[in-house]
């Protein structure tokens, strides 16, 4: 399995949520590369650390009345729910359900942060006040808009 590695085109902009971002990718390397017998300690303390974030982007969704939250609100009880039902096999020394389980959950973040929680940031942003796009956001769009051209 790779090592995840945080990236600064991963950043949507929203200190908060970067940083809660950042951490949670360390955690994620953390636990890949972590031998078999600290594996079950650190699978519990990264759900308890996910439910904990999910909790705080939930409350700021709540906070500036984000329309989405109730389907961003899923997507989170959908992952955390799939983690949940891992658990009992990584209790009972499967290591490799949970070392599955990591890997699914690397990709699924991915997703969620460059669709669900770009969407946020963006909301996040013009209520901050922003008259556009946070600058992050454009310049990322520009850069792979420029890496497309080039293709072509
Ligand atoms: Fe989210």
Do not use: C, Y
């Amino acid at each position: 399995m790779s090592i995840p590695v945080w990236s600064s085109q991963m950043e949507l902009g929203i200190p908060d949520l970067d940083s809660a971002h950042k951490a949670f990718f360390a955690e994620l390397a953390h636990i890949t590369a972590a031998p078999d017998d600290q594996f079950g300690a650190l699978f519990f303390l990264l759900i308890a650390k996910l439910e904990r974030d999910f909790e705080e982007e939930e409350e700021l969704m709540e906070r500036i009345d984000f329309p989405a939250l109730n389907s961003h609100r899923e997507q989170h009880a959908r992952i955390l729910s799939g983690l949940h039902h891992v658990v009992p096999h990584v209790m009972n020394g499967e290591i490799e359900s949970g070392r599955q389980a990591i890997e699914l959950l690397q990709e699924w973040f991915l997703f969620h942060l460059t669709t669900m929680d770009l969407a946020l940031a963006v909301a996040v942003d013009l209520d901050n006040g922003a008259d556009g796009l946070p600058e992050s956001i454009v310049a990322q769009a520009t850069q792979e808009h420029v890496q497309d051209q080039s293709r072509n």
